[in-house]
């Protein structure tokens, strides 16, 4: 029994395009610049908790995410309800 062979895609490129296509290095897990806006009360927690960490304040958000993926969904709503309120 023979197989088929699959089809060939063929791109006509130049041989410049083939090496530095070839030298690309695939991105795997890169991270991406986020910004957002904070009020001075939110800036100011993560300051303190930072100078307390000794960390930087992107490992200090990085933290509170995870603990807030890892709590109950009552108590997620709760802080949700309570970020919402005015500072």
């Known amino acids: 029994m023979r ?3 699959p089809p ?11 090496v ?6 695939p991105a795997k ?3 991406k610049p986020t910004s957002f806006v904070l009020q001075q009360f939110y ?3 993560i300051d303190e908790e930072r100078d307390l ?3 930087n304040r992107t490992t200090v958000l990085k933290a ?3 603990a807030f993926s890892n709590m109950a969904p009552n108590e997620k709503n709760h802080w949700l309800l309570e ?3 005015k500072r």
Do not use: M, Y
Request: aromatic share 2%; charged share 30%; glycine share 2%.
């Open 83 to 85: 970020a919402n309120k």
């Open 3 to 5: 197989l088929k062979k």
């Open 43 to 45: 800036r100011d927690l």
């Open 53 to 55: 960490s000794e960390q």
């Open 64 to 66: 509170a995410l995870l």
């Open 29 to 31: 897990g890169a991270s």
């Open 20 to 25: 530095r296509e070839a030298r690309q290095v």
């Open 8 to 18: 060939v895609e063929a791109e006509v490129t130049t041989p410049s395009a083939f």
